[in-house]
Nanobody, 118 residues
């Protein structure tokens, strides 16, 4: 599985962005997907996840109520809608995939930069 993230950019605090992650390969619809982020000088952290069929979603406390993860298996794409952005959301955002909750995330995209100005 190859993953290509896009949609990052510069936005003012309070604004919105939608990230996309397009996957290659025929197994996308059977994989759980996740979004992670890494800010300068900080460890990578989990942001949001979604099961293979979209039936369950889960979020880090820091983004709950502001971010929404979704997927379109017909388009091999997972999305991260980010609203009410804060300067603390500034980071490189990565998408990743795994076979199920019993596995680690094993495939990673290249990352897309999100910068939120105050």
């Amino acid at each position: 599985v190859q993953l290509q993230a896009s949609g990052g950019g510069l936005v003012q605090a309070g604004g919105s962005l939608r990230l996309s992650c397009k996957a290659s390969g025929r197994t996308f619809s059977s994989y759980d997907m996740g979004w992670f982020r890494q800010a300068p000088g900080k460890a990578r952290e989990f942001v949001a996840g979604i099961t293979w069929n979209g039936g369950s979603t889960y979020y880090a406390d820091s983004v709950k109520g502001r971010f929404t993860i979704s997927r379109d298996n017909a388009k091999n794409t997972v999305y991260l809608q980010m609203n009410s952005l804060k300067p603390d959301d500034t980071a490189v955002y990565y998408c990743a995939s795994r076979r199920s909750a019993f596995y680690d995330y094993e495939y990673w995209g290249q990352g897309t930069q999100v910068t939120v100005s105050s």
